[in-house]
């Protein structure tokens, strides 16, 4: 589908026009402001209105209280009106039927007829980035969507920033402690467990001296006394009991010098935990910065895949975090400014057309700096993919005329 015919009146700087192109390339050529982008303005307007309304606030001509443009589609026939007050709208098929929703019917085959190809060429390739992501968005219907690739490497990046100073962090702190041997203590003693254990053996250690030292006692009391024999037997016989009962006494000097040494020795238990447990806190950040890594490669090769499968007609096109690239003509990848000017005014028409595949219809102004290349690739691509191209073109003088002239907001007469 195309425009067949197009009429407007009373829109921007237009007055009355009638245009029923005869070729695939049609040329608006005519001073500055005398109604070129006015006239091509009107096919946004009539056919996307909401849309076209950003940039052209006011779409009637100063001084007027009505407007109108037509657009003859061939298969429908859009007409919309303009007053002070606001706009209607009103599609026939050809034999005269009305379309009960006009501009669903619209927004169904229209596409993104903002899009300027040559404009694209020339843009920043931050620019050139946001446009084409709004065309994916376009095409697909939403369902690609590069800003949110964007947005969720930007959080991965942003996480493993702060994972890679954690990780600087935790370096410094462990460079300043000792790795752990097998002799080191795993966790500290505590004081107050040696000093018990010092006491009981102090207590041990002096009830056997005296169990010891009565055992002696009654040991020449039995030489000496014999009538009192059995007695001393019995008694004998209970504390050889109780020396029996008694546990085995822990090395004193041991338990002291342990005492000695053990602000020595927790030290270096602590410094064993602190080194497991910086350790352990690395290892989890090298584990993360890994996994984020892994994270922003996957969300790049989605990204990948789905300009793959998008209904693009470019091949070789990638959109990184820092521009669009393209395969160029000796197969190298390179950014989309430094592709030649005949493939980058290439891929910029490839990428229009899949943005209005139904009206297939593209605008290009600044036509006025197409050299004789450019507008033989403009004329080539639009006859072989059936497009119709509008071209605004600066004419210098009255006599540099291309195509339709427009002057003073009309159709001039040859």
Request: charged share 30%; proline share 4%.
């Amino acid at each position: 589908m195309r425009v067949v015919q197009l009429h407007a009146e009373n829109i921007k700087r237009i007055k009355a026009i009638d245009i029923t192109p005869d070729d695939n390339v049609v040329v608006l050529s005519g001073m500055n402001g005398e109604g070129k982008t006015s006239a091509l303005d009107c096919i946004w307007l009539a056919s996307k209105y909401a849309a076209a309304k950003k940039g052209n606030p006011s779409p009637l001509r100063a001084g007027e209280d009505k407007g109108e443009i037509s657009l003859d589609l061939g298969d429908y026939i859009v007409n919309r009106k303009f007053t002070q007050t606001g706009t209607t709208l009103e599609i026939k098929k050809p034999n005269g039927d009305k379309i009960a929703s006009p501009q669903k019917l619209l927004d169904g085959f229209i596409g993104n007829l903002s899009f300027d190809p040559w404009e694209f060429s020339r843009k920043t390739e931050k620019d050139q980035k946001e446009m084409l992501a709004d065309i994916l968005y376009d095409i697909t219907e939403g369902e690609l969507d590069l800003a949110s690739f964007d947005a969720k490497h930007k959080e991965a990046f942003t996480a493993r920033t702060d994972a890679n100073r954690e990780k600087k962090r935790l370096m410094t702190s462990l460079a300043q402690l000792a790795p752990p041997t097998d002799a080191d203590p795993d966790e500290e003693i505590a004081v107050a467990d040696i000093t018990k254990s010092i006491s009981e053996t102090i207590e041990v250690q002096s009830r056997t001296n005296q169990l010891l030292e009565r055992e002696r006692v009654l040991s020449l009391e039995i030489k000496d006394l014999e009538q009192r024999l059995e007695e001393a037997k019995k008694e004998h016989q209970g504390i050889a009991r109780d020396l029996q009962a008694m546990p085995e006494t822990p090395d004193l000097e041991f338990l002291q010098g342990e005492l000695a040494n053990i602000e020595k020795t927790n030290k270096r238990a602590r410094e064993v935990i602190a080194y497991r447990k910086t350790k352990t806190a690395l290892d989890d950040v090298d584990a993360e910065i890994k996994s984020l890594n892994d994270t922003m490669e996957l969300i790049e090769i989605e990204k990948s895949e789905a300009l793959e499968e998008s209904p693009l007609p470019v091949n070789g096109l990638r959109v990184t975090p820092d521009g669009i690239m393209v395969i160029n003509e000796d197969d190298l990848l390179v950014p989309f400014c430094q592709a030649s000017a005949a493939q980058r005014l290439r891929i910029s028409l490839g990428i229009a057309m899949a943005a209005n595949p139904t009206l297939r219809v593209i605008r290009i102004s600044d036509g006025s700096l197409l050299d004789d290349e450019s507008m033989r690739i403009v004329k080539e691509m639009a006859d072989t993919e059936d497009f119709q191209v509008w071209i605004e073109y600066a004419s210098r003088n009255d006599s540099d005329r291309m195509g339709v002239y427009i002057e003073d907001g009309q159709v001039a007469s040859d």
